[in-house]
């Protein structure tokens, strides 16, 4: 098992520019999540889905956009870059509601000039 | 609002030292709180807990909650320079899977 893979690792835009952030899990997860980490802090929770097709908003979903089509996949689309999203992405996934260990993939730090 | 609040931010000690680290919250409809330990990169699993008093421990880590104070404390004893990270706490609250994060606790263990 590969567990969550997140690409790219590194990525630098200019503000307005879109680009998506790819999360794929292949532990057959049904909960998986996007997060930004910012110094200082903890981590923020962008969205997240519950299973296939189902997705929702979390703490700071502004600017980002994601959609669910597969168990394996949670790709996370930025619409029109801006510099408040430079952060660190971190993508996780869970098995179940009784099974609350989320596993993290190894995060897509994001600069925006 | 929801919100996950640790204490202390930031914790310098010696090896052998016995830390507790604090996690409080606010959150509607608790469902369950975690422990994580980010190092370098991504947070990795430490702790669940959902019912009060009850102990989960592993090693020289332990961790118990308190849902009528609303709290969570983290236990390390023996410190050692591995356990150089930061500790972050996770409330999930009203909708499975929606997860609140305290700013996290940055320990670091001197030789």
């Known amino acids: 098992n590969a567990g969550v893979t997140q690409t790219p690792k590194f990525q630098v835009l200019k503000t307005g520019q879109s680009m998506t952030l790819q999360c794929a899990q292949d532990m057959n997860h049904e909960y998986m999540s996007w997060y930004r980490q910012d110094p200082g802090m903890g981590l923020r929770l962008i969205h997240y889905s519950v299973g296939a097709g189902i997705t929702d908003q979390g703490e700071v979903p502004n600017g980002y956009n994601v959609s669910r089509s597969t168990t394996e996949d949670f790709p996370l689309r930025l619409l029109s870059a801006a510099p408040s999203q430079t952060s660190v992405y971190f993508c996780?996934?869970?098995?179940?509601?009784?099974?609350?260990?989320?596993?993290f993939g190894p995060g897509t730090r994001l600069t925006v000039t | 609002e929801d919100k996950v609040v640790q204490s202390p931010l930031s914790l310098v000690v010696h090896e052998g030292d016995t830390v507790t680290l604090n996690c409080s919250y606010e959150?509607?409809?608790?469902?369950?709180l975690l422990w994580y330990k980010q190092e370098k990169k991504a947070p990795t699993f430490l702790f669940m807990l959902t019912s009060s008093g009850i102990e989960k421990k592993s090693g020289r880590l332990s961790s118990i909650l308190d849902k009528k104070e609303l709290f969570s404390i983290l236990n390390i004893t023996a410190t050692q320079t591995g356990d150089s990270a930061v500790y972050l706490c996770?409330?999930?609250?009203?909708?499975?899977?929606?997860?609140?994060f305290g700013s996290g606790t940055k320990l670091n263990v001197k030789p």
């Open positions: 996780a996934s869970s098995y179940d509601r009784q099974s609350y260990e989320q596993y």
């Open positions: 996770a409330v999930e609250g009203n909708n499975f899977n929606k997860f609140y």
């Open positions: 959150v509607t409809n608790f469902r369950s």
